[in-house]
């Protein structure tokens, strides 16, 4: 027999039950990039949803199907953003309702993105910008033709900040977050590559907002970049481990257990920022992927080149995790287009290392360090129809430690044969600190 309480007590439970199995959004993140506004409602499960608009005035309405708000979820989350007037939330009898309340008519595509550390269940939606209210990309400057070419071209760098918006990268001690500080390091990069004659750049990305891997590689493309530079900060399992490194692009083993580690965790990304499913279309795909290889192959040496370059200065201003290129499968290098590098400024997981990234001195170090690899490889090897290839003159190098002749030949594209004739060289014998020259390729 039930006393009068166990009942009051089983009643209660059998209310509860439904509120103990609803989804419950626990929180509500915004970010702006260029072409859309991304609103993301943090839950603890999987959402089934439905997405509308209205108009007069224009509204997004987004309806989370059973589901019920936190006790400290807040939708104060939308300052400064553009055209968002603000979020406003309600109960409804079949879950829970938030309207984006906005200033012109947005496009909104919705979609859910399962578990990945440190993130539980997300539902996106991402309203874009109707065309004419769109931020633009870039200023677009097209290329003159080869042949009415009067003046030569910039050699034109894309620099990649990598991580952004939903995706933090890597974290440091005290909160520092990967994202943040690559960003800073990519600006400053730009600003000096800007300062070298005959040179220019932009950034991929120039907000707190993510990019799928191939939307970046396909903005560099949309810029016709001479190369494609991304930057990152490194993490590991250990804190113990240090130093900057240099990778390119590898379709087969990573040359080291650190190099497979950091590709696999950087390809997640895409999960991570929040990109749907990526096809790629094509009648031919076996082709398609035949051209694609043999593109890329054109490009590897080009881009081990310029790793090299890099690294070397690199090595200038601070500790070198490993002293070659390291080449690893990144999906954010694959660009048939253009030579590509990604520069690891150093490990954010090491506390020492760390605290000097987030410093501004330390930051400048290294875009200058960065931007003198740059500079030294296209120097020596200019793009066809640039204002380095028009006026390229004879190279002073001094000789280092460990360079031997035909080194020096292959990273400044001449023959071994006419490095030594222009020096009047009767052999491969040359010593440090010695000063040669290098011939017009």
């Keep these: 027999m039930l006393r009068l309480g166990n009942i009051a007590g089983l009643c209660l439970l059998v209310m509860a039950a439904p509120m103990l199995h609803a989804n419950v959004i626990q929180g509500v993140r915004t970010h702006e990039a260029p072409d859309y506004i991304r609103v993301v409602l943090d839950t603890s499960k999987a ?4 997405i509308f608009e209205l108009q ?17 979820l807040s939708l ?4 400064e953003l553009t055209h968002i007037k603000g979020l406003r939330g309600g109960r409804r009898e079949d879950g829970y309702r938030i309207v984006v309340d906005a200033e012109v008519g947005f496009k909104p595509k919705a979609f859910t993105l399962t578990p990945i550390a440190p993130y539980g269940h997300r539902l996106v939606t991402d309203l874009y910008f109707p065309k004419k209210t769109a931020k633009p990309r870039f200023e677009q400057r097209p290329r003159p033709a ?11 760098i894309a620099v990649d900040a990598g991580h952004g918006g939903e995706d933090p990268g890597a974290l440091g001690p005290r909160k520092i977050q990967e994202k943040h500080v690559v960003l800073q390091i990519a600006q400053r990069t730009v600003n000096e590559i800007k300062k070298q004659k005959g040179f ?3 950034l991929i990305r120039d907000g707190d907002y993510y990019l799928g891997h191939r939307k970046r590689t396909a903005l560099a493309r949309d810029k016709r970049a001479d190369l494609f530079v991304s930057i990152h900060a490194d993490a590991f399992k250990q804190a113990s481990v240090s130093g900057a490194s240099v990778y390119t692009l590898s379709d087969r083993g990573a040359t080291s257990e650190t190099a497979k580690w950091l590709a696999e965790r950087e390809n ?13 279309d094509d009648k031919d795909p076996m082709l398609a992927q035949v051209l694609l290889d043999l593109s890329m192959n054109g490009n590897r040496s080009q881009s081990i080149q310029v790793g090299e370059a890099v690294l070397r200065n690199i090595g200038k201003v601070t500790k070198l995790h490993k002293k070659q290129v390291e080449q690893a499968a990144f999906l954010v290098l694959k660009s048939p287009d253009m030579p590509s590098i990604l520069v690891e400024t150093g490990f954010i997981s090491n506390p020492g290392e760390a605290k000097k990234l987030a410093q501004a001195s330390h930051q400048l170090k290294l875009s200058k360090a960065i931007t003198s690899g740059i500079t030294e490889f296209m120097r020596a090897n200019p793009p066809p129809a640039t204002w380095l290839a028009e006026r390229r003159e004879e190279i002073r190098y001094t000789i280092g430690r460990g360079d031997t002749i035909s080194e020096i030949a292959v990273r ?24 040669i020259y290098i011939p017009r390729g």
């Excluded at 959402?47 to 439905?50: C, E, G, I, N, V």
């Excluded at 004739?421 to 440090?432: F, G, P, Q």
């Design 268 to 280: 997640q990304s895409d999960m991570l920022g929040g990109v749907g499913n990526v096809s790629l």
């Design 76 to 79: 104060n989350s939308t300052k």
């Design 200 to 202: 220019d750049a932009f």
């Design 146 to 156: 080869p042949t009415t070419v009067t003046k030569g071209r910039d050699v034109m």
């Design 412 to 435: 400044y594209g001449v023959s071994s044969s006419a490095l030594k004739k222009r020096n009047r060289l009767s052999s491969d014998r040359i010593r440090v600190g010695q000063t």
């Design 47 to 50: 959402s089934k949803y439905s």
């Design 56 to 72: 007069n005035p224009h509204r997004i309405v987004i309806d989370v199907k059973g589901a019920k708000p936190s006790s400290s």
